[in-house]
């Protein structure tokens, strides 16, 4: 028999007095309450209660049992509602795994999370690798690509395009590229996690797919690093909107080939368990995403 269900039943009878008594706050009969007791003395090997035809009593052995029955019952009850309300309020450290250049995006709804839920804390760790969320035992990662880990849940967050873009002194120097076919003989940095590796992928005014091979002299998992080389006129970049909107509003950037749309990519919440999902985690998916309806032009800039 269940060994919990029997310490319940036994104290049951002890508080009630009976057997009968005790079947009744269980919904239980009472051949089955006797059926634990007895179950836990078999176990045991002692006799915790004294019957009789008109009641029961406590050995002595009975009552020091008892005695600790009462207090697991307590601590597992308690333990139950610390579970419940951790699973309906965001309580303890949510830890988050991002890629350096989506932290411009993050950082609102982190610090709405914080101001909103005092009880809970952020440890955010940011890097240009993928993260393994159960080894390094991170709640969720923020990330543009997929998970290599089949088992783990996405959820997409927004969707958002690349913006092709140069600056001022790659222009001068090399000229202004006309064409998508202009961009095979360029030197393009590039980020070794585009998905489509080095050819990029557009969409024209038609909302014809359209694509073009590239090559260059720098490639890295860095968005920052490659933004810079685009900035001291390296080369042409294919730059998530959201990491190069500062330099396009300033003119410091210069946005190519708007006829040309980078096809559409998502943001993805990527999380290692889909039942039960702690208060912390859903609460924290449920405003980015909210986040990401209202600062769309952030994540999605001239596009």
């Known amino acids: 028999m ?20 005790a079947g009744r706050k269980l919904n239980m009969s009472t051949t089955m309450v006797s059926n634990h007791v007895q179950s836990l003395e078999d176990r045991l090997g002692v006799r915790l209660l004294n019957r009789t035809t008109r009641k029961v009593g406590l050995t002595e052995i009975g009552q020091t049992y008892y005695d600790r029955c009462v207090q697991i019952l307590a601590d597992i009850e308690q333990a139950d509602d610390i579970a ?8 303890g450290t949510l830890r988050i795994f991002t890629n350096t250049h989506i932290v411009q995006f993050l950082a609102p709804a982190v610090a709405e999370f914080l101001a909103t839920y005092p009880e809970v804390k952020v440890d955010l760790a940011i890097g240009e690798r993928h993260a393994d969320l159960l080894d390094e035992n991170f709640d969720l990662a923020v990330q543009i690509i997929p998970p290599r880990d089949s088992s783990l849940i996405v959820r997409s967050i927004a969707t958002w395009r690349h913006v092709l873009c ?45 694509s073009v ?33 500062d330099e396009l509003e300033s003119g410091q950037l210069v946005r190519l080939l708007p006829e040309y749309r980078p ?6 919440a990527v999380y290692p368990h889909r039942h039960h999902l702690s208060a912390k985690v859903r609460t924290f998916i449920d405003l980015l995403a909210r986040h990401a309806t209202e600062q769309q032009k952030l994540i999605n800039p001239y596009s």
């Open 263 to 268: 096809v559409e990519l998502t943001m993805n």
């Open 166 to 210: 140069c600056s001022h002194g790659y222009i001068e120097q090399h000229g202004k590229p006309e064409q998508l076919a202009d961009l095979e003989t360029r030197n393009c940095v590039r980020h070794v996690n585009y998905p489509y590796g080095f050819e990029w992928q557009f969409v024209d005014r038609k909302g014809a797919p359209a």
């Open 84 to 91: 419940g309300a951790l699973q309906s309020v965001p309580r």
């Open 2 to 21: 269940d060994r919990l269900t029997s310490l319940t039943a036994f104290v049951r009878v002890v508080d009630a007095g009976g057997f009968s008594a």
């Open 213 to 245: 091979k590239v090559s260059g002299n720098l490639t890295s998992n860095s968005g920052e690093t490659l933004k810079l080389a685009a900035l001291a006129g390296v080369g042409v970049f294919l730059a998530a909107g959201f990491l190069v909107r």
